[in-house]
Structure formats: structure tokens, C-alpha cells
């Protein structure tokens, strides 16, 4: 028999542009079924499980269609994003194959994402996505360093900043840069080095109770005494356990409200969906958080099944300032080890 299902997608490869990293970008597909027979859907395959597909129906109808929703979660980063997906049919051994290719990029653009540096000098060429200049207020914390810049004055359309940490050693997954735009007012820029990777690579997936990922979770401006609300994916095996969520800042709060089934639960069993709450008790307006965020099971004092990314996050005053007390006093950067200390919370040495 016929070994390629009968089906025509509206356009199986679909280039989506720019995405907007706090946001899961979503795109749809229609497929029609070609044949004088119902045909089923069996089971998807996908890339990694930053992606799910949630299709309208499992059955297409003789010379019907249905459509198939392909979300990309990877908010947060800052790099090109290519993701394939697998729809296998029953009776049929060839699978249908739709993909998306974009670029994951803030308002505020890194030219080349992720920077890549193997020393402790970390070089971005920037520009404003939004049409018009914007003021760089710090990069990492300190006082931008700006090598060049279009136009001359406050404000820049394009720019190539530098920042000098003191050893390799102190490179961070990522290089956070604060404007003074209310669409951009932070973007953590990821970074890529061999010293990064090294630290980094003893964690990832090391063992069961861990899934420590690359991501960077962006929130934006906290503003002192008010909560906001994120949502995110989890991971674990003991999907009835109590969930916990911290960041290991003083002055964060973290509450988790609910966790639900994934949409896609047929696909990642393992997958929840986390809506939480961060609330910011900082009355230092205008300091930079880069932080880790976890999610476990249990307890924060005796978790498991430990979920980690990166969080970046920008605090404000009562008013929601925070440029003012940036010129004023200068920013604050302030930073977790999101490796040792993962491991160091659940009573274990790096391997």
C-alpha cells in the first residue's frame, strides 16, 4: 500500500520573521486530506520540547482539513530558531513534516545572536528594531561602554558595546542591557563560550531529578510592591507533588497559583504548565536582577525534581520608575550560580 498519506499542507515551511522572545510564538497549518477516506492522526514527533502541536482534530475527513497549531516556546532567547515537526498517520509509514524558521530578537537587536566570546571581553553590535534611537542606560550593571554609535548623542539607532569582566570565569549566560524604552526597557543578549559551556555542562540533564536549561525568562520591570504574573513549562516525573518556586534574591517572592496538564500532555507526559507570580519588595529602583529560577518538587529545603532557567528582571519604584534612579546612583547587577547552588539545595556535589 501507499506509504505517503494523501495530504497537502497550505505551506509546510513557513518563514515567521522576527519573534518576540517574551512571547511563544504561534503558527497554524492547515492540512487537507486528499483521499475519499477519513485519515487519523497517531502521534507527532518534534525537534526538542520546546515545541507542541495542538491540532484541531486527530481525524482529517474525506476531502476535509483541519488545522494544526505549532507553538515555539523559547522565550527568553536571543538566536535563530528552525523547528521541525513530524505528523505520522495511521496506515501510512511516512510521516508530514511542517516547520518554522524565524529569529528570536528583542526591539533592541543583537546584529549577531548569541555572542560568542572565549575571553572575558564581551563585544555586541546593537540596533533599535523600533524605529527610532534609543538611550542605552547600562550594559551588565555598569555604565555602557559604547566603541561606536549612529547618530552621535544620547540616543542610538545602532551601537557596539563592550563589557570587560575580571576573569573568564565571570562571563554570565547572558549580557543584560537596560534602555530607556518602555518596549525594551531590558534584554538579556545570550551569550556562547567555551568557559559558560564547561561550567554549565556537569548540570545539564546530569541526572534524573534535574533539568537545568539554557533559557533565559525575562521579566521585565518589577515594580516594587506590586506582583506580576509569568506563566512557563515544567518538567517531573511526580506530577501529583506540591510545586515550589524560588529565585535566590532577597526581595523576590515567587508563588506558584496553578499547575495544569500541558496541552500537548500526549506528547510530553512529563510537561506541566506553571502560571506564578513574582513580587518585588525592592525599594532600589533601577537595579538589574539575573538570577536563577527554580521549580521543584517537595520543598524549597528538601526539593526534587529541580527545574531551572535563567530569570533577568528590572526593578522599580512604587511609581514604576526606574530610570531616574539609574542616571542618579547607577545600577546594581546581581547574580546566582545556577549550577553548584542547584545542586548544593538538594544536598549534592558536582560530578
Known amino acids: 500500500g501507499a506509504t505517503t498519506p494523501p495530504i497537502t499542507v497550505d505551506s509546510p515551511n513557513k518563514q515567521i520573521g522576527i519573534v518576540d522572545p517574551t512571547k511563544i510564538s504561534s503558527t497554524r497549518f492547515v492540512l487537507t486530506n486528499r483521499s475519499n ?32 497549531e505549532m507553538t515555539v516556546d523559547l522565550r527568553g532567547d536571543t538566536t535563530s530558531m528552525t523547528k521541525n515537526a513530524q505528523i505520522f498517520f495511521e496506515g501510512y509509514d511516512n510521516p508530514v513534516t511542517i516547520g518554522v524558521q524565524g529569529q528570536q530578537q528583542y526591539p533592541l537587536q543583537a546584529v549577531n545572536a548569541p555572542i560568542r566570546t572565549n575571553s572575558q571581553v564581551v563585544t555586541a553590535q546593537l540596533r533599535s528594531g523600533l524605529g527610532r534611537p534609543v538611550r542605552l542606560l547600562s550594559v551588565q550593571g555598569s555604565a555602557p561602554e559604547i566603541l561606536a554609535q549612529r547618530p552621535d548623542g544620547p540616543r542610538v539607532l545602532q551601537a557596539t558595546v563592550r563589557h570587560r569582566f575580571d576573569t573568564p570565569q565571570d562571563v554570565h549566560g547572558a549580557m543584560i542591557i537596560v534602555t530607556d524604552s518602555a518596549e525594551v526597557p531590558i534584554a538579556p543578549i545570550r551569550v556562547s563560550s567555551a568557559q559558560i559551556s564547561r561550567r554549565e555542562m556537569p548540570f545539564i540533564r546530569m541526572m534524573s531529578e534535574l533539568n537545568i536549561s539554557h533559557k533565559f525568562f525575562n521579566m521585565g520591570v518589577l515594580k516594587k510592591g506590586e506582583t506580576q504574573t509569568y506563566t512557563t513549562t ?99 547587577l546581581i547574580t546566582g550560580d545556577g549550577g553548584e547552588e542547584a545542586l548544593a539545595s538538594m544536598g549534592k556535589k558536582p560530578q
Request: hydrophobic share 40%.
Open 234 to 332: 515544567v518538567f517531573r516525573e511526580d506530577r501529583e507533588a506540591p510545586l515550589v518556586g524560588w529565585i535566590p534574591v532577597e526581595g523576590l517572592e515567587v508563588e506558584v497559583v496553578s499547575v495544569e496538564p500541558d496541552p500537548a500532555q500526549e506528547q510530553w507526559p512529563k510537561a506541566q504548565a506553571v502560571t506564578f507570580t513574582v513580587t518585588s519588595t525592592i525599594d532600589r529602583a533601577g537595579a538589574t536582577v539575573y538570577a536563577p529560577l527554580y521549580f521543584a518538587s517537595g520543598t524549597r529545603e528538601n526539593p526534587t525534581a529541580l527545574n531551572r532557567v535563567w530569570a533577568a528582571g528590572l526593578t522599580a519604584d512604587e511609581s514604576g520608575n526606574y530610570i531616574e534612579a539609574i542616571e542618579s546612583e547607577g545600577p546594581t
Open 37 to 68: 477516506s477519513a485519515l487519523r492522526i497517531l502521534n507527532f514527533r518534534v525537534t526538542c520540547n520546546c515545541t507542541r502541536l495542538l491540532p484541531d482534530s486527530m481525524t482529517i475527513p474525506a476531502r476535509g482539513s483541519t488545522a494544526i
